[in-house]
């Protein structure tokens, strides 16, 4: 049997996910229902849950945004790309029959060198593609609500110290005029982003999406980035990467990622 007094937070979030034995989580059952601040505990879990089941259902049938088309896929390029497949297939198709060979025979060679020919995008390039996307669909002018506003904000600050080992809190960026709009929790591809959104009257909006940081991910101090018409500086405290980001390009970009990184290298000590 388990001893209730070795029962972790850890523990309560497994129990409240479905995970343990029968045993296991009859003891813990007894340790909830005798421990009110583990009682409270599994609440805030089970919160936590709900929350992220039903995450992006608010955007799922929402159209792209028209900023966040020219990010991914800018129309010129389309243009390019339809053209030329056009041109090729009328230049081409007499070709059909050793193209199809060439094509058995490609497969075949393919197959054997699958691992050495897949093309990945770099790490930086990752987070730049999930970062701006977030950027594009929630600071929108469709003016979606955020996912944790002030009223819920404790359930957001669980799933950070799950997620995390702590606590990360937004940033003050009050010196520039900015106020804090709200936060989400964002599925990546291989982790769980973070997403703060910033706002002040008559200006660009600000974003912060931060995520966990390997110690052999290739994230230098701070990196100015340039992508479409966004402008974003990466930087790193610790474990964690910060993407900061606004839509114009603007001279005061530099000075808020002082704000921010100074902001976390004394809140994450």
């Known amino acids: 049997m388990t001893d209730r007094e070795k029962i972790t937070t850890e523990d ?62 800018p129309p010129a390029k389309l243009s390019r790309l339809k053209s030329w497949l056009q041109g090729g297939f009328e230049t081409w198709s007499w070709r059909v029959v050793p193209a199809a060979l060439s094509l058995v025979i490609g497969l075949g060679a393919g197959w054997y060198l699958r691992d050495e020919m897949i093309i990945r995008p770099s790490y930086v390039d990752s987070i730049l593609t999930q970062s701006t996307y977030a950027f594009g669909v929630f600071t929108s002018d469709r003016d979606l609500p955020a996912q944790f506003g002030s009223e819920n904000f404790d359930v957001f600050n669980g799933w950070a110290s799950r997620t995390f080992g702590r606590e990360i809190p937004p940033p003050d960026l009050s010196p520039a005029g900015y106020s804090f709009s709200g936060s989400r929790i964002l599925p990546a591809s291989g982790y769980t982003a973070g997403f703060y959104q910033f706002s002040r009257e008559s200006a660009p909006d600000y974003a912060i999406y931060f995520w966990p940081v390997g110690s052999s991910d290739a994230i230098r101090d701070v990196m100015a980035i340039q992508r479409g018409d966004m402008d974003i500086r990466i930087l790193r405290v610790g474990q964690i990467g910060f993407a900061l980001m606004t839509q114009s390009r603007t001279d005061t970009l530099d000075d808020m990622a002082k704000l921010v990184t100074t902001f976390y290298r004394e809140t994450l000590k």
């Open 12 to 73: 309560v979030s497994a129990y409240v996910d479905g995970r343990g034995s029968r045993e296991w989580r009859t003891e813990v059952a007894a340790h909830l229902q005798s421990n009110p601040a583990a009682s409270a505990d599994a609440d805030m879990y089970r919160r936590l849950n709900e929350e992220l089941r039903e995450l992006g259902r608010e955007v799922l049938y929402q159209p792209v945004p028209d900023r966040l088309r020219q990010i991914v896929a």
